[in-house]
């Protein structure tokens, strides 16, 4: 009777991802499309993984995830495209049965802890983060784990499973640090020094093992992506980079909502929980980053909120129990408008995400693989790179160290860079935001461009532009163009240069 309200929780949030589901398949005619490019770049991975490459190109080393674990996992599914869904789904249900036995430490009725529970799926992102096809969903359940397993450990408690544990949340997710190192930290206070070793041993054999391969292959300590993506890690830890991150954090709307946790945090200091949170919180706002269609601060939030509730459930218990049923409604709704307003929003657009993806980044895949059948460059690789046996090169440098170094380091405004890299392979075609770039070389020709007519949700532009490298390819590819335009989807047209 106890795991009731946790069960019909899970119930309901596995109707609500069926929804979801639902609308991303209308979204996309009948397919699966995540909400995202990047998740194919793991799947586009794992293929290369099950050839014994780590690339996302055939016989190319190459480091494009910011998750350790993630891409091999993809590959022992035989990088099946339905594998992120399958995972995620189970992550996302496991998280809300925790969610569960966190709110049965409440005294109150079945009724309410079904909805503490619908609150934290809501507030956390839970639901949403399933149609990325990322790792953020087994994220947030190794956070709502460990959450409750420091919260036991606070009592005295020694728990088999928390060293392991410890040790594989960062290689899921490097960010998942600001969490395991406070954790460690007062896990050996309170005397767990077993555990505590155990678990920086781990740590340092697993996610230190995997720089070392990193570094054995030619790319850094870090993998690629996370250089791409942090200013911080960029810069080397630079102090002044730690503090412009901070600062700019700040400006967050979900970081006031985290700082607003903090100090809740300090409210009950006893066992030392609190520094927990104040410090995750605060290693988060230094090298962390929020966003990205609501995922990127969804772990820290169920950091925070579980061992809150943890923390302050029998005066929560007090304090809801004291409340009329009106003025609980209330209270519960400006908690969900506070933290969760956000979430519910992009709730709201995962069909339009999904239908972004659907009518660019895969419309190009279907050109490469379909019509063009030779190697392209582009600046988003995932779904280009997934299913397709020719080269991929990455002008962003996701999956390309070359690639980023040229582009980080160049101050020649001509962006011959570019032009370097596609002769160097005797690249014909590329397909990029050319804005992203502040332009293109001058002897390329611009052959077409791909227009999506739908709002942007997850693209960062409406159109894509196509372009010829060589003047020899200019009319191989704009028939190439011609022959695969009357094959796209209501939503995308194509428009070739030089016809009226």
């Known amino acids: 009777m106890r795991s009731t309200p946790a069960l019909v929780a899970v119930g309901a949030v596995a109707a609500l991802i069926l929804v979801e589901l639902l609308r991303m398949f ?49 590959a022992a599914f035989g990088a099946w495209e339905y594998a992120p869904l399958v995972v995620n789904v189970i992550a996302a249900l496991g998280t ?24 934290l799926v809501v507030c956390t992102n839970v639901i949403g983060l399933v149609m990325t096809g990322m790792e953020h969903s087994v994220q947030v359940l190794i956070t709502v784990a460990l959450a409750y397993g420091i919260w036991q450990a606070s009592r005295g408690e020694h728990l088999r499973w928390l060293p392991l544990l410890l040790i ?4 899921v997710r490097y960010e998942l640090m600001a969490i395991t190192v406070p954790s460690l930290m007062l896990l050996w206070w309170w005397g767990q020094r077993r555990t505590t070793l155990i678990a920086v041993v781990g740590t340092i054999v697993g996610v230190g093992g995997f720089s070392a391969f990193l570094v054995s ?16 890690v960029e810069s080397s830890g630079a102090l002044h980079q730690l503090f412009l991150t901070f600062r700019e954090n700040l400006k967050q709307r979900q970081a006031v909502v985290l700082l607003f946790a903090a100090v809740l945090a300090c409210l009950r ?18 090298v962390g980053q929020f966003g990205w269609f609501y995922r990127y601060e969804a772990y820290m939030l169920a950091w925070v909120a579980s061992l809150l509730l943890l923390m302050h459930h029998r005066t929560l218990s007090e304090v809801v129990g004291s409340l009329n049923g ?54 988003d690789i995932g779904w280009v790179s997934y299913r397709n046996e020719h080269h991929v090169l990455d002008l962003w440098g996701l999956s390309s160290r070359k690639a980023l170094q040229m582009r980080s380091q160049s101050t020649d405004s001509t962006l011959q860079w570019m032009d370097q890299l596609v002769q160097e392979r005797n690249i014909r075609l590329v397909m990029l935001y050319e804005d992203w770039f502040g332009g293109v070389p001058k002897q390329w020709t611009l052959v077409g461009t791909l227009h999506m007519h739908r ?46």
């Open 26 to 74: 209308v979204a996309a005619n009948g397919q699966l499309i995540y909400t995202l490019d990047d998740p194919y770049i793991h799947l586009a991975l794992a293929e290369q993984l099950l050839h014994g490459v780590y690339g996302v190109n055939p016989g190319e080393m190459a480091a494009p995830s910011s998750s350790i674990l993630w891409p091999f996992l993809m």
């Open 96 to 119: 809300t049965w925790l969610y569960g036995r966190i709110a049965q430490q409440l005294e109150l009725s079945a009724v309410i802890q079904v909805a503490v529970v619908l609150i």
């Open 168 to 171: 594989i949340a960062p290689l």
């Open 217 to 232: 292959i030619g790319m850094g300590a870090l993998p690629t992506s996370i250089h791409v993506k942090s200013a911080v």
């Open 269 to 286: 200091p006893r066992n030392g929980l609190w520094l927990a949170v104040v410090g995750a919180v605060l290693l988060h706002l230094l």
């Open 326 to 379: 009106w003025m609980t409604t209330m209270a519960a709704a400006l908690l969900v408008l506070a933290t969760g307003a956000p979430y519910i929003q992009g709730l709201i657009a995962v069909p339009g995400a999904s239908a972004n993806i659907y009518l660019q980044q895969y419309q190009m895949h279907r050109f490469v693989t379909g019509w063009w059948n030779d190697d392209v460059a582009v600046n």
């Open 455 to 500: 709002p942007r949700v997850t693209s960062t532009r409406d159109f894509i532009s196509v372009y010829a490298t060589q003047p020899a390819a200019v009319e191989h590819i704009a028939a190439a163009l011609r022959t695969f335009r009357t094959s796209l989807p209501d939503g995308a047209s194509l428009t070739v240069v030089g016809e009226e």
